[in-house]
């Protein structure tokens, strides 16, 4: 057999495998293949009564609920409450959080003096702090929006000062051959060194915002996705208690979602990206 003809073969071969690729669900479609299965089986087991609707409802009486509180336009003030909550936390803990990184990650001194304790709060579960928050602050806003930003505060420090520390040294000695001023060696070197840290951070701080957003509106709230799941609880409305559920990882998945697509526009430039 000639090489021509296994070289024909060979293209033949792999033409259809691309037909087949193509043929296939599109990519994105993948990830909605399990939870379908999920939803169908739950359906079924509660239309034949192998599960009780007041301890699992149906996947459609979940739908009806969704669907009954957005026309009623409870749904919207709910998440808009929320919405407002976990963005205040998260701009205030992040923003503090990326200037303290920067800090230490910087100065040798500011890393031994600050980051030793920064680093021993990080290691204190932040749900034992509700008590003094609510002595201290009260049940207002202001002590739900704190605790959050407190949250979000650990990962963006943690990633901003590791992605500053871990700058190429060589690039420094190229600095300083060219003479940058330190607003340059800032905005040319230290942050596009530290980006693809700091936007990991800004992952994990989006997620821990909306993670303390839910115990922060269960501990005195009017209003929001967290306060509606308590109220749903005390009434024994399963339905709505999922319903929240829902909106949590439909939101918290959207903001991921939107954080991963800055990443991938911001680092286009760096070839060890694989995000």
């Not at 033409?15 to 087949?20: T, V």
């Not at 409450?81 to 040798?108: E, P, Y």
């Not at 024994?236 to 697509?261: E, M, P, Y």
């Amino acid at each position: 057999m000639s090489d021509v003809t296994l070289v024909s073969k060979a293209g033949k071969k792999k033409a259809s495998i691309g037909k087949a690729r193509r043929a296939g669900l599109p990519n994105w479609l993948y990830g909605w293949v399990l939870p379908v299965i999920v939803l169908a089986l739950w359906e079924a087991a509660s239309a034949l009564g192998l599960v009780s609707d007041s301890a699992l409802p149906a996947p459609s009486k979940i739908a009806k609920a969704f669907w009954q509180l957005a026309l009623t336009g409870a749904l919207a003030d709910h998440v808009t409450s929320s919405a407002i909550r976990a963005g205040g936390g998260f701009l205030l803990g992040g923003a503090t959080g990326l200037l303290l990184g920067i800090f230490t990650g910087l100065g040798k001194w500011a890393e031994k003096t600050l980051d030793p304790t920064i680093q021993m709060l990080r290691t204190v579960p932040l749900l034992t702090l509700i008590p003094l928050f609510i002595l201290w602050f009260g049940v207002g806003e202001f002590s739900k929006v704190l605790l959050i930003a407190l949250g979000s505060f650990f990962p963006l420090y943690f990633h901003t000062h590791l992605g500053v520390r871990s700058a190429d040294r060589k690039l420094y000695e190229v600095t300083r051959i060219l003479q940058y001023s330190k607003l340059h060696l800032l905005t040319k070197l230290i942050i596009p060194a530290a980006l693809p840290n700091i936007l990991l951070g800004i992952r994990l701080s989006v997620g821990a915002s909306w993670l303390l957003l839910a115990v922060a509106e269960m501990m005195g709230a009017s209003a929001g996705v967290g306060y509606m799941i308590q109220d749903a609880r005390v009434y024994a409305q399963t339905d709505i208690v999922f319903v929240g559920i829902i909106l949590f990882a439909l939101v918290g998945k959207l903001s991921d979602s939107v954080v991963r697509l800055v990443e991938k526009r911001c680092l286009r430039w760096n070839n060890s990206y694989k995000g």
